[in-house]
């Protein structure tokens, strides 16, 4: 009974403070080594956009690990889940920072973005511990993907926030490769199919609003 109310304690305490507070990042923000030029305002537009995507990714991150923490069998795992959600705030915390000086704001969704997240990583860790690390693992490869496509479409003069997406997408791959070592289940190509169905309509609608 008190690991379940420590759980629920955890989680409401994760949803205020992903979705109401300003992040703070443990790391510094990545830097450049070339500044970034004068953007056009359709090239800034285009950057805060793309930045916008990657900061939903982050709050989907932030509840995808708080909710499989919850209902982890193991107590280590317990733990590595709330590590990987603790390093993924320095994502969130760059993230709205480039989105602040892009003069961009962040998506008017993110209580669904969080919501549904949540809902995900509950399910994905009900199924075991093996399938809950797979679904991490398949996860952080498609984020990976996704951060890669966004090297190619964000503005060349934007080295700032190319910067920031290149350590997040070294990060991803790591901790992609923590959940292989730590025992995660291959998932069946069916629930990647739909994880990258589900993907699209997030990152179109970030996009947006």
């Not at 056009?40 to 793309?50: I, W």
Request: with cysteine; net charge negative; aromatic share 4%.
């Amino acid at each position: 009974m008190t690991l379940m109310i420590d759980s629920v304690l955890t989680a409401a305490d994760s949803a205020l403070r992903t979705l109401f507070a300003r992040p703070h990042a443990t790391r510094a923000t990545p830097a450049s080594p070339q500044a970034t030029g004068e953007l056009s305002e359709a090239d800034r537009r285009e950057a805060g956009a793309l930045m916008r995507v990657n900061h939903v990714g982050e709050v989907c991150a932030q509840a995808l690990y708080t909710a499989q923490a919850a209902v982890a069998r193991d107590p280590a795992l317990r733990a590595h889940f709330m590590e990987a959600a603790h390093e993924e705030t320095d994502h969130l915390a760059w993230t709205r920072q480039r989105l602040d000086e892009l003069g961009a704001r962040p998506s008017i969704l993110n209580p669904l973005w969080y919501a549904g997240a949540f809902g995900l990583g509950l399910v994905a860790g009900r199924l075991g511990d093996p399938l809950s690390l797979g679904f991490v693992a398949e996860t952080e490869r498609q984020v990976e993907a996704h951060l890669d496509s966004h090297l190619d479409r964000l503005p060349p003069g934007d080295s700032s926030s190319r910067a920031v997406v290149e350590q997040m997408k070294l990060d991803e791959a790591r901790h992609a490769s923590q959940a292989v070592d730590a025992g995660a289940a291959e998932l069946p190509a069916p629930a990647k199919a739909l994880m990258r169905v589900a993907s699209r309509v997030m990152t179109t609608l970030a996009h947006r609003i």
